[in-house]
């Protein structure tokens, strides 16, 4: 099955700084790519997606990029804030009739002052 | 904008004893699924849920695990025999029928203790 490995599990920024996830997958077969963010004790919330047919996407200051060769994809979120500190996980799916989120590991982001 | 809800949001349970998990997904959707988030780790997938029957299940999803949709609103996630390593937050979501893909929702979380 899928196998969605995400680095670092820990990454530490200060306010304005740019942060980088990053995510491997296994199975060629995926081809849809969420990020969800998760506060403490909260719900996971998608906050971008990118399709295979896509290399990269943006939305204001998240970003996600896609290579399909190397089978990994990435988030990049600049002028970081405050409030972008949560756990961000990444995940993959094999759309058909399932599609079952694989996630990742989790990154805990934390924003600095 | 509509959202899944979960109840309860708390469930304290002693091993040995079942417990029910109430999902109600959102109206139109067709997809449901069930998640499970043991703390400090990642969400795992439990088992999806499509035209009254199970698609699929992880490994997770043993005889001792049990999917309804009892009504038209409700998803239920049955665990009759609960172990200590149960205790997790189990998380709905669903989805609707979109063709290529379709943004799953997820609710607010139901965390089970069980003692």
């Known amino acids: 099955g899928e196998n969605v490995e995400q680095h670092p599990s820990t990454l530490s920024v200060q306010e304005g700084d740019s942060a980088v996830i990053k995510c491997t997958y296994s199975d060629s077969a995926s081809n849809y790519f969420p990020w969800y963010k998760q506060e403490l004790g909260k719900r996971p919330q998608l906050i971008i997606d990118i399709r295979s047919n896509v290399g990269e996407k943006k939305d204001q200051r998240i970003a996600v990029t896609l290579n399909k060769t190397a089978k990994h994809f990435s988030l990049h979120i600049t002028e970081t804030q405050p409030e972008d500190s949560a756990v961000y996980f990444c995940?993959?799916?094999?759309?058909?009739?399932?599609?079952?989120?694989?996630f990742g590991t989790g990154t805990r982001l934390q924003v600095t002052l | 904008e509509p959202e899944v809800t979960q109840t309860p949001s708390h469930q304290v349970t002693q091993m040995g004893q079942e417990v029910i998990l109430r999902c109600v997904p959102i109206s139109n959707h067709l997809y449901f699924y069930w998640y499970r988030q043991i703390l400090g780790q990642k969400v795992e997938f439990l088992v999806s849920?499509?035209?009254?029957?199970?698609?699929?299940k992880s490994e997770i999803f043993d005889d001792q695990f049990s999917v309804e949709r009892p009504d038209g609103s409700n998803f239920t996630l049955k665990i009759r025999s609960t172990k200590l390593e149960d205790s997790a937050m189990y998380f709905c979501a669903s989805r609707v029928d979109r063709g290529y893909h379709g943004e799953q929702y997820f609710g607010p979380g139901t965390r089970l203790t069980v003692t």
């Open positions: 849920f499509y035209n009254n029957e199970i698609s699929e």
């Open positions: 995940a993959a799916i094999v759309t058909g009739t399932a599609s079952k989120l694989t």
